[in-house]
DNA sequence: TACCCGTGGGT
DNA sequence: TACCCAAGGGT
């Protein structure tokens, strides 16, 4: 370990050292430098008059703030609203959700994706209980200690709740900063410089609006296209605007072309009509979720060869295949799927969680109560309907 | 440090 | 269509 690393650490606020700005002409940074009273007061006065009215600024409480905080991760305002008011409504302290069981807080969350958020949530929600009498905690240190809590969301929750001033570096600022600066190299190669900018921005004196600030210019007018850059009150002070080159910024990385697998799915039924699900494990994509079972093709297998090898691998049970109830076709992250998906008869075995954690023989009218993936909900809607 | 992790909307 | 992006964090 070198002497650096033994004092900052990926989650730790860096120094607010004027060295580490160099990779800027120094006149710039001189200039910007000498201009950050003026910006903070004109974003905050741009925030005044056009700020948005959004519910988790009508609260001072750390938990619902916090709430906000982790459902707006990765994800838009307003695909949150209608998920944020629910939640409280159904976990309205950080004791209630402490004490929900987990396939309720999964449930809650059905459908807002990136379900390891709700797990990491309700995990720290009874460490708040169990280290911190229930109150979400009011410092750094013990805010980012906390499971899905990383240095902006820290920043994010204490600013808001506690008017501490503590950065924040989401999508959203690290594009009006990169314009700001024009910087030259996508946001990911220059984490620091832009912590640095986001650090040396923020006023003392009220880093709540500022950081809220700071968010919705991004949001509302310097967004990825069609930036509004007239209406901007960084206009003249902006790098990119300046040089005619905000549409190119911030610069992207290239991306390799997504794989495509075929999955084969089975609709298990018994004699008694009830269908057959599994839950997933708690870790990886979809952890604690449920599930129709099957799993992916192998080059050369049919889709009914493969359903019944996965159904024996996985549940220990066999099946006769039927007819096809559907094909779905599915994006996720790093890869895209097909689902297909058939209607199948169970002819012998008990169901064993051999690759899962829970199996179990569900009636159809019960299926609403268990946290199933998107991609599953048109196979649930399909079966309502036979 | 790359890579993993969902879903909906915009172009 | 296919791709990018949206209040990131964990490993």
Not at 290 to 309: H, N, S, Y
Not at 336 to 353: D, I, S, Y
């Amino acid at each position: 370990m070198t002497k650096s690393d033994s004092h900052q650490t990926e989650n730790t606020p860096r120094d607010r050292s004027v060295e580490s700005l160099e990779a800027l002409p120094s006149d710039f940074v001189e200039s910007l430098s000498g201009r950050v009273a003026s910006l903070q007061q004109a974003l905050l006065a741009w925030y005044a008059q056009q700020g948005r009215d959004l519910p988790w600024r009508q609260t001072r409480d750390p938990y619902a703030i916090w709430i906000s905080e982790i459902m707006l991760q990765q994800t838009q305002v307003k695909t949150v609203l209608p998920y944020y008011e629910r939640w409280l409504r159904q976990f309205p302290t950080v004791t209630a959700l402490a004490q929900a069981d987990q396939q309720t807080v999964l449930k809650a969350w059905e459908g807002l994706g990136y379900y390891a958020r709700a797990r990491n949530l309700h995990r720290a929600a009874q460490a708040i209980v169990a280290d911190h009498g229930g109150e979400f905690p009011s410092t750094f240190d013990a805010a980012i200690a906390l499971p899905g809590i990383g240095r902006t969301t820290a920043g994010g929750i204490l600013s808001a709740a506690f008017n501490q001033p503590v950065a924040i570096l989401d999508g959203n600022v690290k594009r009006v900063l990169a314009r700001l600066i024009a910087l030259r190299t996508p946001p990911s190669k220059a984490l620091d410089r832009l912590w640095l900018w986001s650090e040396r921005l923020l006023p003392t004196d009220n880093p709540r609006d500022f950081n809220q600030a700071l968010m919705d210019l991004g949001a509302t007018l310097c967004t990825r296209h069609r930036p509004a850059c007239l209406l901007c009150p960084w206009q003249s002070a902006c790098a990119a605007y300046n040089q005619n080159v905000q549409l190119e910024i911030p610069m992207t990385e290239a991306r390799a072309p997504l794989p495509h697998k075929q999955i084969g799915v089975g609709v298990v039924w018994n004699e008694q009509g009830q269908i057959l699900i599994d839950r997933r494990l708690q870790e990886g994509l979809l952890g604690g979720l449920w599930e129709f079972p099957g799993g992916k093709i192998e080059p050369g297998e049919t889709v009914e060869d493969c359903i019944r090898r996965e159904l024996q691998e996985e549940l220990a049970i066999e099946v006769e295949v039927g007819d096809r109830l559907m094909t779905i076709n599915h994006t996720y992250t790093h890869f895209k799927v097909t689902l297909n998906v058939f209607h199948c008869r169970h002819t012998a075995g008990e169901p064993q969680p051999i690759e899962c954690d829970e199996v179990r023989w569900v009636e159809v009218s019960e299926l609403e109560e268990f946290p199933f993936p998107k991609a599953n909900s048109q196979i649930i809607d399909a079966i309502k309907a036979l």
